[in-house]
């Protein structure tokens, strides 16, 4: 326990007033030991240790204290009530960071989870951006903005403020878009040195590691040693190469075997995104591709996964089509689909051939298996949420019209059907998979829709796989939203309750903390966490959203 402190100066005044003259009265800017006394927590450490009670004194953005501190005094006291303190999750993938501040009220889809630092980007990334290019300028008020690096990016977020932490990868998506567009191409040397050296200028400029999604395009056309080549230029800066890799289906284990190559030529870790076995005739895969990932790590490799708590994957529904057709890149095929040749031959395709990632397959080929998450405004909003075979009924029309009609459309995103509960209990069976949701901060006043997991996934960990399930411990549940996460993206001080670590904190009841979001009405946020601290500072209290934005851009 800690030893008690005399009690001071600001105590003294107050019991000289009390005892003495009434009107002595006690210095307002007299300093006290702490800004934030946490009391009577069950404290959760993060490192899966079980739980401990105690009080936790914070001192401006780290935690100073731990232990008995009753007597001490803080600006703001939190009781705890017997209730969890943990350390802020982390969020391993969290899509777009540009929405915190064109639309910041969508940080509050990942706060009320109780995540305070994500890793932003899959592919793609917010820098590079090419000199001469003004691709997708935002506007917020008058302000126009534009960037070409990482660097000038962080700057204007850290400008406008956010209310969690960020740090970001540089996409090998984005790096090949700038050099080489969207279409099938292989980089000349010189286009590759190009490559290479934004690269590192993003790990110059923070980035945590280089990431790729390698069943889009134009990811889909690199071949493994570009992609060695851009790994080895973050390996020199300490970064980790993370990667949606080539196939989650029929071709899952020689798609983990190139991220290992990859890995193991690059000399750099490896993260594998939100593994899965996709498509019920591949799911007795996945614990094949688990013993894989623990036969490289045995050897001495350092490769991680994480994982999100849903059955249906979130993708654009012009995954559906084999990349082959995008080699000119999207638009062009978009224009294509008027010719109901094209539509034949896209369909003769997804009904009859696997040798590439077939969704539709995964689906079970039925298209009441696939649900339309998101659309543009251009289509039509009754067909949000419906399962593509649904929505063809509302509409009138046949599935795979409606299908070619939305591909065309572009911006539509849809919910496949394709994992079973087999693989994530499996996965929750090796110590080093972890946890992402897979989206970006959402908000419910301007969403169409969204993909359920942008709302519930972290509280769904100890709803489900926790309390009902009971095939986590909390204090495990907890380290691999915390901890192991932090550590992983090199955030070293952050993901453990201890003196000295940064004071990421959140308050939860681990019996009632519940995702809402479902499939048919996802734009419902969670509940059960009480108190969400960034860098010390409050940003959910007793439930409520606060307007501070301590949030700060992480960088490697």
């Not at 080539?246 to 990859?262: C, D, K």
């Not at 614990?287 to 993708?315: C, K, N, Q, W």
């Not at 998979?433 to 169409?448: H, L, Y």
Request: hydrophobic residues 40%; charged residues 25%; proline residues 6%.
């Amino acid at each position: 326990m800690a030893r008690r402190p005399p009690l001071p100066t600001l105590a003294l005044l107050a019991l000289a007033a009390a005892s003495c003259a009434p009107e002595v009265v006690p210095d307002p800017n007299a300093k006290l030991p702490f800004d934030i006394l946490i009391t009577h927590a069950r404290v959760l450490d993060g490192a899966g240790n079980p739980w401990y009670r105690a009080d936790i004194g914070i001192t401006g953005d780290r935690i100073a204290a731990i232990g008995d501190l009753e007597g001490y005094h803080a600006q703001r006291v939190i009781d705890a009530a017997g209730r969890v303190v943990a350390p802020g999750f982390v969020d391993m993938m969290g899509q777009s960071s540009l929405v915190l501040i064109t639309d910041p009220p969508s940080a509050e889809s990942k706060l009320r989870q109780g995540i305070t630092t994500y890793l932003s980007g899959e592919g793609s990334s917010p820098a590079p951006q090419r000199a001469d290019s003004t691709r997708r300028p935002r506007v917020i008020g008058s302000d126009t903005l534009r960037w070409e690096t990482l660097d000038e990016y962080c700057q204007i977020m850290e400008r406008y403020g956010i209310s969690l932490n960020v740090i970001h990868n540089v996409g090998a998506t984005q790096v090949r878009r700038v050099v080489l567009g969207d279409t099938d191409a292989q980089p000349t040397a010189e286009q590759l040195d190009e490559m290479r050296e934004h690269v590192r200028r993003a790990m110059e400029d923070g980035a945590v590691g280089v990431s790729t999604a390698l069943i889009y395009p134009p990811a889909t056309y690199a071949s493994t040693e570009e992609l060695v080549e851009l790994a080895e230029v973050a390996g020199e800066y300490g970064g980790v190469y993370f990667t949606h890799m080539r196939n989650e289906s029929y071709a899952l284990l020689e798609a983990i075997r190139e991220a290992l190559t990859v890995g193991s030529r690059a000399g750099v870790p490896v993260h594998i995104y939100h593994i899965k076995a996709a498509g019920r005739e591949n799911w007795p895969l996945m614990e094949r591709a688990l013993a894989l990932i623990d036969s490289a790590r045995a050897a001495g490799m350092d490769v991680t996964s994480d994982v999100y708590p849903y059955l249906r994957s979130g993708l654009g529904i012009g995954s559906l089509v084999h990349p082959r057709h995008l080699t000119e890149g999207s638009r062009a095929f978009r224009d294509r689909l008027s010719d109901p040749e094209v539509r034949r031959e896209v369909r003769r395709e997804m009904e009859t051939t696997s040798d590439w990632e077939n969704w539709y397959r995964h689906a079970g080929m039925n298209w009441d298996n696939i649900r339309l998450s998101s659309a543009p405004g251009s289509v039509n909003r009754r067909v949000v949420g419906q399962s593509v075979a649904g929505a063809a009924r509302i509409l009138g029309t046949d599935p795979w019209t409606l299908f070619f009609d939305l591909v065309q459309a572009g911006g539509v995103s849809v919910n496949p059907l394709s994992m079973d509960e087999g693989q994530k209990l499996a996965a929750f069976g090796r110590s080093w998979v972890m946890v992402d949701t897979d989206a970006s901060p959402s908000n419910p006043a301007t969403a169409e829709s969204a993909h359920p997991r942008a709302y519930g996934t972290f509280p769904r960990i100890i709803a489900k796989y926790v309390r009902e399930d009971r095939a986590l411990t909390l204090e495990d549940a907890v380290r691999r939203m915390s901890s192991m996460p932090a550590h992983r993206l090199g955030l070293f001080d952050r993901g453990i309750v201890a003196p000295g670590m940064v004071a990421d904190l959140l308050v939860f009841d681990p019996d009632s903390i519940q995702d809402r979001a479902t499939y048919e009405n996802p734009l419902q946020y969670a509940t059960g966490v009480d108190w969400v601290l960034v860098n010390g500072v409050p940003v959910i209290a007793e439930g409520e959203l606060q307007p501070a934005k301590p949030g700060r851009l992480l960088r490697r």
